[in-house]
């Protein structure tokens, strides 16, 4: 039996949430121990997964099973810079194709791995293998990502991006030419029925809004700033293939909607927390 301390950055979550993230299982592991009576919130049994939990309450989890969790292997990531570093944060320069933590089935590099080769010490909080990470950004996204050192600095970034108050902007490349030129989009997103490790817009899938505007336009490909007002499981590459409207390019594997297909996401040019 595994006991776990609800922390302040979890306060309100889920039950299933918060015990994936804090014991490194996945979440329909919880899920189903949940179903076999396995999960307990202050000495009491947990039948629902939707129980929302409270800074301070105890989490009992039976783990009596082996899990297999991913491992960490110290490595530096050739072009991975460091933009900012004191002793709260370390914002880096993530290069697409590097994953934000190690997990089971990636083999490539990620920032966990790589802060650990070049030396930072980053929050213990979290699991194992994602400890210090309070946003990520996927793997063929490039972009600035911020990793908390403190354990008061990981506390306030996950409340501020759970209650939406950092504001996030990207930059996008499509193929052919949005219409309108400026817009907004807001459709519901979850998992691609087709492939399951893709997100799309699904029926009842999560609310999500995004904005977009057209920085540059070329002849067969537009540069787009994209703002996510509303991001839940959702990515500025698939709210961009919901806008309306041009013939696929090339190429099979790059993603198309009714719109406009996804080249690159060159983001986020920008990530604020206000407050």
């Given at each position: 039996m595994s006991v776990l301390l609800v922390p302040d950055g979890l306060d309100g979550e889920r039950v299933d949430v918060a015990a994936a993230r804090m014991s490194g299982v996945s979440r329909s592991r919880i899920s189903s121990l949940i179903e076999d009576g396995g999960v307990f919130l202050d000495g009491q049994q947990v039948s629902r997964a939707s129980v929302r939990v409270a800074t301070g309450q105890m989490l009992d989890v039976d783990l009596c099973d082996p899990v297999a969790t991913p491992s960490i292997t110290p490595q530096i990531v050739e072009g991975m810079r460091i933009i900012h570093d004191d002793s709260d944060i370390v914002v880096v320069d993530?290069?697409?194709?590097?994953?934000?933590?190690?997990?089971?089935?990636?083999?490539?590099?990620?920032?966990?791995?790589?802060?650990?080769?070049?030396?930072f010490a980053i929050s213990t909080s979290g699991a194992p293998e994602r400890q210090g990470i309070v946003q990520r950004l996927d793997v063929g996204t490039s972009g600035l990502m911020v990793v908390a050192k403190s354990e008061h600095a990981y506390t306030l970034l996950k409340q501020a991006f759970r209650d939406r108050t950092v504001d996030k902007v990207y930059l996008a490349?499509?193929?052919?030419?949005?219409?309108?030129?400026?817009?907004?989009i807001d459709a519901p997103i979850g998992r691609d029925h087709r492939h399951d490790w893709k997100m799309a817009i699904v029926d009842g899938g999560r609310h999500s809004v995004t904005h977009?505007?057209?920085?540059?336009?070329?002849?067969?490909?537009?540069?787009?700033?994209v703002h996510l007002e509303w991001r839940r499981s959702s990515t500025p590459a698939v709210g961009t293939r919901s806008t309306v409207a041009t013939p696929r390019l090339r190429r099979n594997w790059v993603w198309r909607g009714n719109g406009c297909t996804l080249v690159s996401c060159l983001s986020p040019i920008r990530a604020v927390a206000s407050g």
């Amino acid at each position: 039996m595994s006991v776990l301390l609800v922390p302040d950055g979890l306060d309100g979550e889920r039950v299933d949430v918060a015990a994936a993230r804090m014991s490194g299982v996945s979440r329909s592991r919880i899920s189903s121990l949940i179903e076999d009576g396995g999960v307990f919130l202050d000495g009491q049994q947990v039948s629902r997964a939707s129980v929302r939990v409270a800074t301070g309450q105890m989490l009992d989890v039976d783990l009596c099973d082996p899990v297999a969790t991913p491992s960490i292997t110290p490595q530096i990531v050739e072009g991975m810079r460091i933009i900012h570093d004191d002793s709260d944060i370390v914002v880096v320069d993530k290069p697409a194709g590097v994953a934000a933590h190690p997990s089971l089935g990636w083999e490539g590099p990620s920032v966990v791995e790589h802060l650990a080769a070049a030396g930072f010490a980053i929050s213990t909080s979290g699991a194992p293998e994602r400890q210090g990470i309070v946003q990520r950004l996927d793997v063929g996204t490039s972009g600035l990502m911020v990793v908390a050192k403190s354990e008061h600095a990981y506390t306030l970034l996950k409340q501020a991006f759970r209650d939406r108050t950092v504001d996030k902007v990207y930059l996008a490349l499509v193929q052919g030419h949005p219409d309108p030129f400026t817009g907004t989009i807001d459709a519901p997103i979850g998992r691609d029925h087709r492939h399951d490790w893709k997100m799309a817009i699904v029926d009842g899938g999560r609310h999500s809004v995004t904005h977009y505007e057209t920085v540059e336009a070329f002849r067969h490909a537009t540069l787009l700033k994209v703002h996510l007002e509303w991001r839940r499981s959702s990515t500025p590459a698939v709210g961009t293939r919901s806008t309306v409207a041009t013939p696929r390019l090339r190429r099979n594997w790059v993603w198309r909607g009714n719109g406009c297909t996804l080249v690159s996401c060159l983001s986020p040019i920008r990530a604020v927390a206000s407050g």
